[in-house]
């Protein structure tokens, strides 16, 4: 079957659901004791001994707590053109008791499929097919992309996640095993517009890279998949590595597994022979890959880059601030506070119950790779195997300290420029609150607030070491990057004063908060009434906005919506699982909204995916009446804290939410704001 770009098709999102993961958070992530460290010896200078390097990962594979959250994984290390280890741990599928094999287990790779995709691109360019810094526009064989900003859209800016685009997702990327997708089509049926100056901002972008292959099977001549296995995959001996899922590839796939361990259906990428998702791999082939790029593109006889365009791809060079690392050319930099001083390279990939990185350390020309079969706290496992594997290794830097100028204090009225709330590029619903202080700024965010003391000019540090930078755009824009590694954030315009808000009302930062975020772009008046309740169809309009989803062209199905302004917003909402009508064939658009049903839907909306990733429901201790069916719901939003000053905890921390209640306007404004 082929399949177009056809709403609603979010059986399986990656943009939705595990993308949200992918180098989002940079969180406080458990770090065991050292108790769990391992026994063995660390060589000087990284590893070097299989044995010893064996003993080690199987230390941190025997601990409980890793063992606990495992299904199945894969891990290589190489140093100095050497595979140490290539070794498999848990199942490939549990339920046929398969261990896994790293010769012949094939697992999603994700996104590390990009590091391909732009290997291919400078292959290209070292031929003189491809010029980076030229416009996209004569690589598209007629295809037209939008851009009114008098700015080129070049290779280098897709490479890099700055092409300014304002869509980053498609609609669909994951489905069937047998649909068909191709790359061509793809491209064209999801083709976005250059809304913002290619090369100002990094926002992490999926479809810049699946442009990136039209362009290599355009330039080409071939299909972008023969060109990866012809001048990649076969010259570095890389023989069980795929984009195409074909039945002998599937029958080898690791069953996949969601966020609570349940086994998943096996799923094709879209487009099939997906550029920025697709790659199916082995730990021994991806050993043979991380030699590659840890010897200047050679593994034997084989080539497949020069010296200077691996270092060109491996250089981080954008980045918010010179101090906080940035991303190169299909690499990035995950992780840092546990690089220890080396210079690390890396790159992560999250699909649908897969998750897998790639660590490279270009001065030690020592390689770490892991694949998991399992949603499963991956990003905790990830993050714990690199910062033991550093300890173990590196534990030390390898530059003495250095004298660092004094710390400036700028005044509270010269930081007072940076105050704003700063909306993100990528999940429009992640904001940040920016306060000026005497001595620096106050930032609260989804993880609560933070103090932030000046380091340097537009660098700023939190309590916990964790770095915060600003950057000026063109035309007065201004950036932030804070606490999330797959985008950075804008400042949003000031807003426009309500008559019936005023400075010191208890909602006032909520409801300017909704209005600065557009939410309210579909009423056009002068007060807000704050007190008024918000409709069914408002709160379901806003939350959509909010989420930045393509509305879906259907008819909505609910004759009572069919006119209202929120009609498409409706049935995007129906088709996404997030609401119900009231009968079948009724929504009841203009009743308030009671709160007990504003909570259902937001704790279905995070169970999908909005905002915070693989986010389960919650308990909370409650008071007062809420019916059965919406009181996970009314946990999940309590215990998240999605409320605004009218729900006050009692002195045994027990919460009355007044679920029946209708929600006012005030109210909905500050649910938003506290959300994700």
Do not use: C
């Amino acid at each position: 079957m082929y399949i177009r770009s056809v709403f609603p098709a979010y059986k399986i999102r990656r943009s939705l659901l595990a993308l949200m993961i992918e180098a989002l958070l940079i969180a406080v992530l458990f770090i065991p004791p050292a108790a769990y460290a391992a026994e063995t010896k660390a060589p000087q200078g990284g590893p070097s001994d299989p044995k010893e390097t064996e003993a080690f990962i199987d230390s941190f594979f025997n601990r409980p707590d890793i063992q606990a959250k495992l299904a199945g994984a894969v891990i290589a290390v190489v140093k100095d053109d050497r595979t140490l280890l290539a070794k498999g741990y848990g199942y490939a599928d549990a339920e046929r008791q398969t261990p896994v094999d790293p010769d012949s287990t094939l697992f999603r790779l994700a996104s590390l499929s990009k590091t391909f995709t732009a290997t291919a691109v400078m292959q290209l360019a070292e031929q003189h097919q491809v010029d980076l810094d030229r416009d996209i526009g004569g690589y598209l064989n007629g295809l037209r992309i939008p851009n009114n900003t008098g700015a080129p859209l070049t290779l280098k800016h897709l490479m890099t996640h700055t092409s300014g685009f304002d869509q980053t997702e498609a609609d669909t990327d994951e489905g069937d095993p047998q649909d068909v997708y191709p790359l061509e089509a793809f491209v064209k049926d999801n083709l976005p517009t250059v809304i913002r100056k290619p090369g100002e901002a990094f926002s992490y972008d999926n479809y810049a890279y699946d442009l990136l292959g039209y362009i290599v099977q355009n330039v080409s001549g071939k299909p972008f998949d023969t060109i990866v296995a012809d001048h990649i995959f076969a010259p570095l001996g890389m023989n069980d590595s795929h984009l195409i899922l074909t039945p002998d590839v599937q029958k080898r796939l690791a069953v996949p597994h969601d966020g609570a361990g349940e086994p998943l259906p096996q799923y094709a990428t879209f487009p099939n022979n997906s550029p920025d998702g697709g790659l199916m791999s082995t730990g021994a082939d991806m050993a043979r890959f991380m030699r590659a790029e840890l010897n200047g593109g050679k593994l034997g006889d084989a080539s497949i880059l020069s010296a200077q365009s691996i270092r060109d791809m491996q250089q981080l060079d954008v980045s918010i601030h010179p101090d906080i690392p940035g991303v190169g050319y299909g690499f990035e930099s995950s992780f840092p506070e546990y690089a220890n001083g080396q210079t690390v390279v890396d790159k992560a990939g999250v699909s649908s119950g897969f998750q897998a990185q790639m660590w490279l350390l270009p001065e030690r020309k020592t390689g770490l790779f892991i694949a998991l079969n399992s949603a499963q706290q991956a990003r905790s496992i990830r993050s714990q195997l690199f910062k033991s594997f550093m300890d173990h290794y590196f534990p030390e830097s390898p530059n003495p300290p250095q004298e660092t100028a004094p710390p400036i204090s700028q005044t509270k009225d010269q930081l007072r420029r940076l105050e704003g709330f700063y909306r993100d590029l990528r999940l429009p619903m992640w904001h940040y609150d920016v306060v000026a202080q005497v001595g620096g700024l106050l930032v609260t965010d989804s993880y609560g607030t933070h103090r932030l003391k000046q380091v340097k000019e537009l660098l700023f540090e939190d309590e916990d070491g964790r770095k915060a930078a600003f950057k000026d755009g063109s035309e007065g824009k201004l950036y932030f990057s804070y606490n999330k590694a797959d985008s950075w954030s804008e400042k949003l315009p000031g807003p426009k004063p309500f008559s019936d808000v005023p400075d010191s009302h208890p909602y006032a930062r909520f409801i300017y908060y909704v209005q600065q975020q557009g939410l309210l772009a579909k009423e056009d008046s002068l007060t807000f009434k704050p007190d008024q309740p918000i409709t069914r169809a408002q709160f379901v309009g806003q939350l959509m906005k909010l989420s930045d989803i393509p509305l879906s062209p259907e008819p909505v199905s609910f004759a009572d919506a069919a006119q209202s302004p929120y009609a498409a917003e409706i049935q995007t909402a129906l088709a996404l699982g997030l609401v119900n009508g009231t009968t079948r064939d009724a929504f009841e658009p203009d009743r308030p909204i009671i709160r007990q049903e504003a909570a259902v839907i937001l704790s279905r909306a995070l169970l999908l995916g909005f905002g915070s990733a693989g986010a389960v429901p919650q308990k909370a201790a409650l008071k007062g009446e809420t019916d059965d069916w919406a009181l996970k719901g009314v946990q999940t939003v309590v215990a998240r804290g999605y409320y605004g000053p009218e729900v006050v905890a009692d002195a045994t921390g027990a919460v009355d939410y007044r679920s029946k209640q209708p929600m006012l306007r005030k109210e909905a404004a500050a649910m938003f704001y506290r959300f994700p």
